[in-house]
């Protein structure tokens, strides 16, 4: 999960640059998907949430000459923010979701 950071006044341009540029990674053979989302209580915080095969597959792509393009688009809306990666132990479905 990537926090980002975004400047006042910037977050219009900033979404609409992260939806082009984001096919860089879900077009990687590795990549299950990924979503943006903006925080409803921090002013100008978004949460982008991706979902890889492996951890080793997400290294190889983080250090990529593809993925440093991508950051390089995005950096100028950026003023700050931190990355964790984590493991799924458990997921269950919804009932709303089941239908």
Avoid at 43 to 72: K, N, Q
């Amino acid at each position: 999960m990537l926090r980002m950071d975004i400047h006042p006044g910037m977050e219009q341009e900033f979404e609409q640059t992260w939806h082009r540029v984001g096919k860089v990674i879900t077009d990687h053979p590795a990549n299950l998907g990924q979503w943006l989302s903006r925080s409803q209580d921090e002013p100008g915080v978004y949460y982008v949430m991706s979902d890889w095969v492996d951890e080793e597959r997400f290294r190889e792509f983080e250090h990529s000459a593809a993925h440093l393009a991508h950051r390089t688009r995005l950096h100028p809306y950026r003023s700050g923010g931190s990355m964790v990666t984590m493991r799924v132990r458990y997921a269950m479905t919804g009932a709303g979701a089941r239908g």
